[in-house]
């Protein structure tokens, strides 16, 4: 498959990417290495420096290339900082995603991949926490991307779009 990775130059990006070349699949990593590393960029993987909120980026990226989905890494996720600066977190995770998405529908992109957060639950009344556990946010990280989620569940009903969520705590330890 042919698979666009925004924000692949991160831990989680940069790891899935290596996974997905090391398997055969034709990789572009897409990242402003505003908080990637190039370090983190496999070999056999195409680079573009972009960001997910240059919709012109975006078009022309998708115009050059094809792409059977989208894996979507690419946000902020202190959810401290947060709290003290939400305007950058709902503009940065959920605003820019918005801008992929409408790139994706213009393009005829189908599949996405979203690197949500276990933040989404907020604080859980049960453990272990189910997928179906209410989600009450207790962050501007959280609600960032919760409303990414709430977005795509309308994309999906409307426009075919299919995707998945993935709500995982912190992937590294």
Known sequence: MRILITGGAGYIGGTVADLL???GHSVTVYDNLSHGHSSLLPQGASFVHGDVADRNALDRLFASQSFDGVMHFAALIEAGESMRKPEIYFRNNTAATLTLLE?????DIQRLVFSSTAAVYGEPGTSP???DSPLRPTNAYGESKLLVEHMLTWLNRIHGLRYASLRYFNVAG
């Not at 790139?103 to 393009?107: G, H, P, R, V």
């Open 21 to 23: 070349v090391k398997n």
């Open 103 to 107: 790139a994706m529908l213009a393009f």
């Open 129 to 131: 926490i189910d997928e």
